[in-house]
Every structure is written in structure tokens, then in C-alpha cells.
């Protein structure tokens, strides 16, 4: 009993030494999850700048009108001339500087040719602009630069007065929606700028800006659309590829993406009835902020707004 017991003795060392051993080999291969993400902390209210076209005091009231709706809407929206493009250009520019907020820049005819010059300006300062809208700009606006994340155009392929068809530099990896109004013969260049439709959804658009979290954008497809007579003007933020799946009809795509379906035909030039295959790849026009999924797929048919007559 006693040379047992020395025995045990002499094994029980060897016993607990063996034991972290096991436990360090567990720990080895043991991997920890990755620590959850930072939450995406909102940035600062954007600052709005808008500009009139020529004699715009008579002819670009809907851009002061705009102007009235984004500062009641709480935004720090102010409206100049053309003239002073430069001026104002360079103050936006020492702004940023001093304390950086997402710019926002929106213009009429001269005003969104405009638009595009303080962009061209800010680019060579490497400051980013957060959205620019041209509301039927001069046919001499250059093309969209690098630094600008989203652009707009909504414009009359037909005027003479403005019919800028404003498309984006070689390499642009913002998002791009190009709208031509030509098809309705209401809309003019002196009342382009004044529809309280487009109005409403830009000023949700400026709502939303701060709150999206950074994103990829490579897979931001560019939207170029004439839009059909009589047709609402929706304000896409630009199109993205989707796969077709089994069973899916333009139909059922068009209402789980709250899109016209003309929209999706004519992004990818077919007709409205086309038959799709399972894993055709289709571009369809995206929303700034999507819509929840469960809301979208609970959605029969496209809301009748997006079918129906614009109002101007």
C-alpha cells in the first residue's frame, strides 16, 4: 500500500501538467468571433446651396421656393445667382474646410451648369459633394466629376433654353440618374423647376443623406430614362443588378422594388411583357433608402403614383 501510494504521488505532477497542456492545445484552436462593427454615427446636416438661372428672379422662382421648403424642413438652404458661381464656389470650399458637412448643390438652367463648376472646383481640393441636381441645365455643363457621389438631371433633351444632357466623367463611380422630360408637352423650361412633386422628393432625398452609412459603390448602375408622357417623375438614386428567380415576372420585380415597370424595361430595353429566365440578371432602379424587404415582398402591385399623371 505504501509503494502505491508513493506511486500515485510521483504520477500526479505529471497528471497536472498534462492537463493545461490539453487546455492550451483547445485554446489554439479556438477562433474568436470578429467584434461587431462600429455603429454608423450620422454626419452633419448638409449644407444646401441653389442657384438660378439667368434672369432668374422671374424665370427660376421654383428654385426660392425650394429653398423655402429645405429651410422649413430645417436645412441651411441659401439661393444665388449664376453670376456669382465662382463666389459662392469658393466660400462653399472654406466652409468645408473649416468644419466639413456633406454639400449639397442644386441648379436651373445657367444655376445647374452652375452646379457642375463648384463641383469641378471642389475636385481639385479633393472634397467630396454629396448630391448635385440639374434641373434643365445649359447645354455647355461639363461632365459630372469624380468627387461628386450622387447627380441628378432632370431635363428637356428638346430645349433650347437649357437641354443639358449631362453625363458622367470616364471612371465615375458615383450614382447617376439621367430623367428627359421631352415626351410631356406641359413642361417647359420656365416651369421645369417649380413642381411641388419633384420638390417633396428632394427634400426627402437632403433628409435622408446623413443617415445612409457608407457603402460600396461599385455595383451602382447609372439610370438614364426618357420618361413616358403624363409620367410622375421618381427620383432614383441610380440602378443596381438583380438576378431573376424562379417565377419572377416584370411584374412581381416591379412591385417587390416599389418601381414603375416601365422603369425596368426600359433600363434594360425590353418590352413590358418580356419573358425572363431564372438567373438573368436585370437592372432595376433603387430608391436612396431601400425598402424594408418584408414590406416590399407584401406588395402586390406598384403604387398607382407611379403609373399615373405628373403634375407640374
Not at 454626419?43 to 421654383?62: D, H, N, V
Not at 413590358?272 to 416590399?296: D, F, K, M, Y
Not at 415582398?297 to 399623371?309: F, L, R
Request: aromatic share 6%.
Amino acid at each position: 500500500m505504501v509503494w502505491a501510494a508513493v506511486a500515485l504521488l510521483a504520477l500526479t505532477p505529471g497528471l497536472a501538467a498534462a492537463s493545461p497542456a490539453k487546455s492550451k492545445r483547445a485554446a489554439v484552436t479556438t477562433v474568436a468571433p470578429p467584434p461587431p462593427a462600429p455603429p454608423f454615427e450620422p454626419l452633419p446636416p448638409p449644407k444646401i446651396y441653389l442657384f438660378r438661372g439667368a434672369m432668374g428672379p422671374i424665370f427660376s422662382t421654383g428654385i426660392d421656393r425650394l429653398s423655402e421648403k429645405l429651410t422649413k424642413a430645417g436645412f441651411s438652404a441659401d439661393v444665388y445667382e449664376f453670376t456669382l458661381c465662382r463666389l459662392i464656389g469658393n466660400r462653399a470650399i472654406a466652409s468645408y474646410k473649416e468644419s466639413p458637412a456633406p454639400i449639397v448643390l442644386i441648379g436651373h438652367s445657367m444655376g445647374g451648369l452652375c452646379s457642375v463648376i463648384i463641383s469641378e472646383m471642389a475636385a481639385k481640393e479633393n472634397i467630396p459633394i454629396s448630391l448635385v441636381i440639374t434641373i434643365d441645365p445649359a447645354h455647355a455643363t461639363d461632365d459630372v466629376p469624380l468627387n461628386v457621389e450622387r447627380f441628378i438631371n432632370i431635363f428637356l433633351s428638346d430645349s433650347v433654353l437649357g437641354g443639358g444632357d449631362v453625363v458622367a466623367l470616364p471612371g465615375f463611380r458615383g450614382h447617376y440618374a439621367s430623367y428627359d422630360l421631352k415626351e410631356n408637352s406641359r413642361v417647359s423650361h420656365i416651369n421645369i423647376e417649380k413642381s411641388d412633386d419633384i420638390h417633396r422628393q428632394i427634400v426627402e432625398m437632403v433628409t435622408q443623406l446623413p443617415r445612409i452609412s457608407p457603402q460600396t459603390e461599385a455595383d451602382a448602375v447609372p439610370l438614364r430614362y426618357v420618361l413616358p408622357a403624363d409620367t410622375l417623375v421618381e427620383l432614383w438614386d441610380s440602378g443596381v443588378r438583380l438576378p431573376v428567380r424562379a417565377g419572377d415576372t416584370m411584374e412581381s420585380i416591379a412591385a417587390a422594388n416599389r418601381v414603375p415597370v416601365w422603369a425596368i424595361a426600359q433600363s434594360n430595353s425590353l418590352p413590358e411583357n418580356a419573358t425572363l429566365t431564372t438567373g438573368q440578371s436585370l437592372i432595376v432602379p433603387r430608391h436612396l433608402t431601400p425598402p424594408e424587404p418584408a414590406a416590399a415582398a407584401a406588395m402586390a402591385v406598384p403604387p398607382p403614383a407611379a403609373t399615373s399623371g405628373r403634375k407640374k
